[in-house]
C-alpha cells in the first residue's frame, strides 16, 4: 500500500461499527396519554428498567431524544467486569471503608447479573469472558500496576497474574508496555446487538418504546408527574432518569449539575488477516493501560477487526479528524497495523460523576440512576434492574450507590469547561512518565 495512500477507507463511515450489525431504531407511534412509569433514556439501565417493572405487571413507557439505541450504550467499547473500575478508578480514596465493601459487592452482582441475563434470556449478544490486561505505560509504573492487582485479588476475588515485559508477549503482540497484568474476569460483548436484544426482550414484557421524544419538563401534577415532551405530554406516577452522560439542563437542571459528560472515541480498522490479530491480541482479550489518558482496545466480536479507543487531543474534534490522531496512537502500540486503514469512527459521551462512582437516587421530581465513570456496560444494566425492584418494593437489600452525598464539581453548571485543561494535565504528566519513568 502506498505511504501516501488515504488513511481511511474508500467506504469509511463516521458512526459506530456496531451499527452494522444492529443500527439504531425509530419508533414515532403516538404517546399514551397516562402510564403507570416513564423511563427517559433508552439505553442499558432504562431498557433494563423497563424489563424488570414490565415483567412484575407495570405500564411502561420508554422515551429516548434520538433514535432507540444511537446514544452511548451502542457507541461504548462493550467490555464487561466486576468490581476492578472502583479500584482502578480511585474511587476507593476518600470512602468509607463499610460503604466501598457494599459498592464492590454490588459491582460484583452487576458482573453476575449480565451474564446471568444474557444466559437466561438467549440474548444475541456475543457475550465472550477472556480477561483484560492492563499494560505499564512506563516501567516506574509497573510496581504500582502489581499492587493494584493485589488489592483487585483481595477485595473483588477475581483471578490477576503478574506479567513482566518479557511475559506480557503472551496475552499482547506488542514491546510498547513495561509489563503487566492480567484480570481473568473481564470480558466483552457486542453492544449493538445487546441493546437490540434487550429492546425486543422489553417489548415482549410488554414495555412500550418511543424515539424522537425529547423530554423538556417534569412537572409535578397532584401526586402524578406530568412529563413534557417534544411529541406531546405523557401523565405517570413514576419517572425514572436513565440519560447518564446525556443528562441536560433542560429537563433536569439540578441533576445534570452533577453528571460531567465526557467525549470518547473510538475507530476500527478495515478487516484484518485473522493470523495477525491472533499475533497482536493473543486469545482475544480486552487491552488498556495505566496511563492517566489511556487507551482501551479489543478485537471485535467476530475476530476481523481492530477496535481502538482514547480521547485524541485536548479539544473535542469532528469523528473524521478523531480517526486520524487515534490510528497514530495506535501505531505507537501495533506498528504493525500501518498498512491498514480505518473504517469506522466515532464518539460518545460518558457519564463521569466527581467522586467516580455511580448514583441513585431522586432529584428534578424523578428517580434517577447515572454515572457509569466508563464501566456502564454491566453496572448500568444492573442498576437499571435495581431501580426497578427499587421502584416495585422488591429489592433484597438497600443498594449501596442510593445514598444522599452526590459531590458536583465547584463552578460546574451542566457544561464541561474545564475538560481540556485537566486533559493536558493528564497528558503532560503521562509524557514526564514515560520520558523519566
Not at 429489592?395 to 464541561?416: A, I, K, V
Amino acid at each position: 500500500m502506498s505511504q501516501h495512500a488515504s488513511v481511511l477507507t474508500s467506504d469509511f463511515r463516521a458512526s459506530p461499527y456496531w451499527w452494522e450489525a444492529a443500527p439504531p431504531e425509530t419508533c414515532l407511534d403516538p404517546l399514551p396519554p397516562r402510564t403507570e412509569v416513564v423511563i427517559i433514556g433508552s439505553g442499558y439501565a432504562g431498557l433494563n428498567a423497563a424489563i424488570e417493572l414490565a415483567r412484575h405487571g407495570r405500564e411502561v413507557v420508554v422515551l429516548d431524544a434520538e433514535e432507540l439505541g444511537s446514544g452511548a450504550s451502542t457507541r461504548t467499547g462493550g467490555m464487561i467486569s466486576s468490581g476492578q473500575k472502583l479500584v482502578v478508578g480511585g474511587a476507593i480514596k476518600g470512602i468509607d471503608s463499610a460503604l466501598f465493601e457494599r459498592m464492590i459487592e454490588d459491582s460484583i452482582d452487576s458482573f453476575a447479573f449480565i451474564q446471568r441475563l444474557v444466559r437466561d434470556e438467549r440474548l444475541d449478544a456475543d457475550l465472550a469472558i477472556h480477561g483484560r490486561f492492563f499494560g505499564a505505560h512506563c516501567p516506574g509504573q509497573l510496581p504500582k500496576l502489581f499492587e493494584m492487582g493485589d488489592i483487585l485479588q483481595r477485595v473483588t476475588g477475581v483471578n490477576v497474574h503478574r506479567l513482566s515485559r518479557e511475559k506480557q508477549h503472551s496475552v499482547i503482540g506488542s514491546d510498547f508496555y513495561h509489563g503487566g497484568i492480567l484480570v481473568d474476569d473481564y470480558g466483552g460483548l457486542h453492544p449493538a446487538k445487546y441493546h437490540r436484544a434487550l429492546r425486543e426482550l422489553a417489548r415482549r414484557q410488554g414495555a412500550l418504546l418511543h424515539s424522537h421524544a425529547r423530554v423538556t419538563a417534569i412537572d409535578e401534577a397532584g401526586a402524578d408527574r406530568r412529563v413534557v415532551t417534544a411529541r406531546g405530554n405523557i401523565l405517570a406516577r413514576d419517572v425514572i432518569i436513565a440519560t447518564n452522560g446525556y443528562t441536560d439542563t433542560l429537563a433536569t437542571p439540578r441533576l445534570a449539575r452533577h453528571v460531567v459528560p465526557v467525549k470518547s472515541y473510538q475507530v476500527a480498522t478495515e478487516p484484518l488477516p485473522a493470523d495477525l490479530l491472533e499475533a497482536l491480541i493473543p486469545g482475544g482479550r480486552m487491552i488498556t493501560d495505566s496511563r492517566r489518558d489511556l487507551i482501551y482496545a479489543r478485537p471485535s466480536p467476530d475476530g476481523t477487526r481492530l477496535l481502538f479507543g482514547s480521547r485524541p487531543g485536548l479539544w473535542q474534534i469532528g469523528d473524521r479528524e478523531a480517526a486520524v490522531k487515534l490510528r497514530r496512537r495506535m501505531l505507537e502500540i501495533w506498528p504493525e497495523l500501518s498498512d491498514y486503514r480505518i473504517s469506522h469512527a466515532w464518539s460518545g459521551k460518558v457519564g463521569m460523576t466527581m467522586d467516580k462512582t455511580a448514583h441513585v437516587g431522586e432529584m428534578d421530581n424523578a428517580h434517577f440512576a447515572v454515572g457509569c465513570n466508563g464501566n456502564g456496560v454491566a453496572l448500568m444494566s444492573w442498576l437499571g434492574h435495581r431501580m426497578a425492584q427499587k421502584l416495585l418494593d422488591s429489592q433484597p437489600r438497600p443498594l449501596s450507590f442510593d445514598r444522599e452525598s452526590f459531590p458536583r464539581p465547584l463552578l460546574y453548571n451542566g457544561r464541561p469547561w474545564f475538560l481540556p485543561v485537566v486533559s493536558g494535565w493528564y497528558r503532560l504528566r503521562d509524557a514526564l512518565d514515560r520520558r523519566f519513568g
